[in-house]
């Protein structure tokens, strides 16, 4: 009996621990402005407006969203807007975009139409004080330092309302730090189900059950909206009261859940109208 209690104690006190590690920031005062909107997943793409592309972002702005985009530092220190590191999907050409500088992009252009891989400067300019951003980062290896320190720099001084978000939640932790008034997301998966290539069990264990939610003490989670029940992001939205978003939606069905579960949605694929 007195193993049986043992083990019980022990139980109860690792998951008091797991709580302790989702923990994150509620109600960050931005919040309220980012749920007015619907945000166009890598812009409104459509034909001739491939995704990340000025004209998606022009679309989407035109048409009343807001809209997720990913950022990369370049070798030149120029911040490019593109999903992949890789290349080869959005261009034909088997490049990475964090060994180019900005005279490589001359030439590259987006799915066979005119549009180039637009500069992070070029989208705030589309959208500020226009319409919300919830801005990716991508890192590359281990660049994440220089990465968010040249993101917050062009932000300081960027006149429209956004928030950050990574999966890396190194990145997250350093935005924590730099600039803690800025609204921050942990973006995740059940990276179980659907592990990441070249990525060890260990980290997509931790990622998956948001166990590093305590070093960046995100404002919200970005969950996979297929994967959001996962007992950890449940956990983390109803014992810390943490926001949520939800990626990425594809039909008005799963929109609507979505907004009626309280998460923002990002979706691509359709129109949804706005709010």
Same mark, same amino acid.
């Given at each position: 009996?007195?193993?049986?209690?043992?083990?019980?104690?022990?139980?109860?006190?690792?998951?008091?621990?797991?709580?302790?590690?989702?923990?994150?920031?509620?109600?960050?005062?931005?919040? #309220?402005?980012?749920?007015?909107?619907?945000?166009?997943?890598?812009? *409104?793409?459509?034909?001739?407006?491939?995704?990340?592309?000025?004209?998606?972002?022009?679309?989407? %702005?035109?048409?009343?969203?807001?809209?997720? !985009?990913?950022?990369? !530092?370049?070798?030149?220190?120029?911040?490019? &807007?593109?999903?992949?590191?890789?290349?080869?999907?959005?261009?034909?050409?088997?490049?990475?975009?964090?060994?180019?500088? !900005?005279?490589?992009?001359?030439?590259?252009?987006?799915?066979?139409?005119?549009?180039?891989?637009?500069?992070?400067?070029?989208?705030?300019?589309?959208?500020?004080?226009?319409?919300?951003?919830? &801005?990716?980062?991508?890192?590359?290896?281990?660049?994440?330092?220089? !990465?968010?320190?040249? %993101?917050?720099?062009?932000?300081?001084?960027?006149?429209?309302?956004?928030?950050?978000?990574?999966?890396?939640?190194?990145? %997250?932790?350093?935005?924590?730090?730099?600039? #803690?008034?800025?609204?921050?997301?942990?973006?995740?998966?059940?990276?179980?189900?659907?592990?990441?290539?070249?990525?060890?069990?260990?980290?997509?264990?931790?990622?998956?059950?948001?166990?590093?939610?305590?070093?960046?003490?995100?404002?919200?989670?970005?969950?996979?909206?297929?994967?959001?029940?996962?007992?950890?992001?449940? *956990?983390?939205?109803?014992?810390?009261?943490?926001?949520?978003?939800?990626?990425? &939606?594809?039909?008005?069905?799963?929109?609507?859940?979505?907004?009626?579960?309280?998460?923002?949605?990002?979706?691509?694929?359709?129109? #949804?109208?706005?709010?």
């Amino acid at each position: 009996m007195q193993i049986v209690l043992t083990i019980i104690k022990i139980c109860f006190w690792l998951f008091f621990l797991w709580i302790l590690l989702l923990t994150g920031r509620r109600w960050h005062p931005m919040w #309220p402005e980012f749920q007015k909107y619907r945000y166009a997943h890598r812009g *409104l793409h459509a034909e001739g407006a491939p995704e990340n592309s000025i004209r998606a972002f022009e679309r989407a %702005v035109e048409k009343g969203y807001g809209a997720e !985009l990913d950022v990369h !530092l370049m070798k030149d220190g120029t911040l490019a &807007i593109v999903h992949d590191s890789d290349l080869e999907r959005v261009t034909g050409k088997k490049l990475i975009i964090e060994e180019l500088t !900005l005279e490589d992009l001359e030439d590259l252009r987006l799915m066979g139409t005119d549009q180039r891989i637009p500069l992070f400067d070029q989208v705030l300019e589309i959208f500020e004080e226009k319409a919300p951003l919830i &801005i990716e980062l991508k890192t590359y290896k281990n660049n994440h330092k220089e !990465l968010v320190k040249a %993101v917050l720099a062009k932000l300081d001084d960027y006149r429209g309302d956004f928030c950050v978000e990574s999966f890396d939640y190194r990145a %997250v932790a350093l935005v924590r730090k730099m600039r #803690p008034t800025i609204c921050r997301g942990q973006l995740s998966q059940d990276f179980i189900k659907n592990p990441a290539q070249g990525v060890g069990f260990v980290p997509r264990f931790l990622a998956t059950n948001l166990l590093t939610n305590i070093i960046a003490a995100p404002d919200f989670v970005a969950y996979r909206f297929e994967d959001r029940k996962i007992f950890a992001n449940t *956990l983390c939205c109803r014992v810390w009261r943490v926001h949520q978003v939800s990626w990425t &939606i594809r039909s008005m069905e799963d929109l609507l859940t979505a907004e009626k579960e309280g998460s923002i949605p990002i979706f691509e694929n359709f129109e #949804p109208g706005t709010k």
